[in-house]
């Protein structure tokens, strides 16, 4: 009994944990149900959502891909718009174009008509003129072309002449002062001439001393002096070359008196040259102060009584330019009182007017423009100074004063003998001036006057017209100027006269 209850006991228990294992099966089954659902309901939900997102990526695609093709449809109708715009153009242009094609070959034709008519009486007209004038269309047209030529050198001359009369007083004045210039400075035999003193020696002996040991004299006296001692064959000679002449003349009262003394070393070399600069400074100055005395003026600052001085050794063209000077300014002052302007003013620049020419060797440039910056520099007042700078017409006269010296200078300059010349090459000048004018057809005459400086020409009347005249003047002038070569500028003058004789009976 007791077994019996505990088997009904046991099989509770069983019975029991079986329905509990059961309970806890479908607690566990229904667990997984739920979380299973769970599951599900959130894949549901990603799903959907997935699903949205994807459906408004799509509707944003489609959206831009409309608005893309919106904008490409509008370009399209705007290119559409603008093509149909130009074909219109292009069809109204052809329009029109075809209508001036039109009215151009109808134009055209015209003109063609009309050419043929006008031809057809310029025919007309040419046979009526050849018949009554006689002469043929190749001789009216050589007549006419004769005609025609000939007008236009007269037309050529009268023009020809306006521009030079225009020109010449700047243009060749400058042209052949610059010419004249580098012939003074260049020309081999004023170069010859005026660059070298000769020294007489007592004896051909003292050539030797002179030369010294080794050359050490003549070395020593050429660095003192800055000249070139040539001793040649030349008997009892010595020749001293240089183109400054204060330095030339330095070194020849040194070596006078070397010889004189007979001590010949280079110490003593030295003792003299510097004895003989003093003298020649003193002399200078004796020179330029004996000239402002001889003018008449005052005033004038040392440095220019200096320079002054240093035109007594100065040349051009043979004339001596301390003496042009003095020269100048009485003329200048002369022209001056004739005019009733201040006559010592006018002395005073014409005194100073080449001034500058003590400098060129050691300045560059104009000797006008350089000396009027010297006077300026030493207190000369404004006209002096533009008198002295524009003497030559490098700058512009601002007063009456720089014509004076410009015409006082030309006046001394062109004084017969003022300037010499080699006798030979003079004449041969003067010849080949003749020759030349010569050379040219019309000319009886011709006559080189005023030291070579103008060429007069005699025409025949009748054949060298009086516009022809300028022509010929102006080719003679340019055949002179390339073949010959000459200082200063030469004036061609050609003369034309018809003289008319009748007797009174």
Known sequence: MVLYFWGITNRRKDDVNLEAAHAEVEGITKEARTRSELLLKEAELKAKDLMVGARAEAEREIRDRRREIAAIEAKLEAREESFEKRQEAFERREADLNRRDQSLRSREKSLTEKEEQQQAL??????????????????????????????????????????????????????????????????????????????????????????????????????????????????????????????REIARVALERLISDGRIHPGRIEEVVRKAEQDVEESIREAGQRAIIEVGVHGIHPELVKLLGMLKYRYSYAQNVLM??????????SMAAELGLNEKQARRAALLHDIGK????????????????????????????????????????????????????????????????????????????????????????????????????????????????????????????????????????????TRATELAK
């Open 324 to 333: 042009h000077s003095i020269e100048a300014a009485f003329i200048c002052g």
């Open 358 to 497: 003590a400098l060129t060797h050691e300045v560059e440039g104009s000797h006008a423009l350089i000396g009027g910056e010297i006077a300026r520099k030493y207190g000369e007042s404004a006209k002096i100074v533009n008198a002295i700078a524009a003497h030559h017409e490098e700058v512009k006269a601002e007063t009456i004063l720089a014509p004076l010296v410009d015409a006082a200078d030309a006046l001394s300059g062109a004084r017969p003998g003022a300037r010499r010349e080699v006798l030979e090459s003079y004449v041969k000048r003067l010849e080949d001036l003749e020759a030349i004018a010569k050379s040219f057809k019309g000319v009886e005459k011709c006559f080189a006057v005023q030291a070579g400086r103008e060429m007069r020409v005699i025409v025949e009347p009748t054949q060298i017209s009086d516009e022809d005249t300028s022509m010929l003047a102006r080719d003679v002038a340019r055949k002179i100027e390339t073949d010959m070569t000459y200082p200063g500028q030469i004036r061609v003058t050609v003369i034309r006269e």
């Open 122 to 247: 310029i025919d007309e007209a040419r046979g009526k003129l050849e018949a009554v004038a006689g002469l043929t269309r190749e001789e009216a047209k050589r007549s006419l072309i004769e005609e025609m030529t000939g007008q236009a050198r007269t037309e050529a001359a009268r023009h020809i002449r306006i521009v030079e009369e225009e020109a010449r007083e700047e243009a060749d004045r400058r042209a052949k002062r610059i010419v004249s210039i580098a012939i003074e400075r260049l020309a081999g035999e004023f170069v010859a001439e005026r660059t070298v003193s000769v020294l007489a020696l007592p004896n051909d002996e003292m050539k030797g001393r002179i030369i010294g040991r080794e050359g050490r004299n003549i070395r020593a006296i050429e660095a003192a002096t800055g000249v070139d001692i040539i001793i040649d064959d030349t008997p009892e000679a010595v020749v001293i070359s240089c183109h400054n002449p204060i330095r």
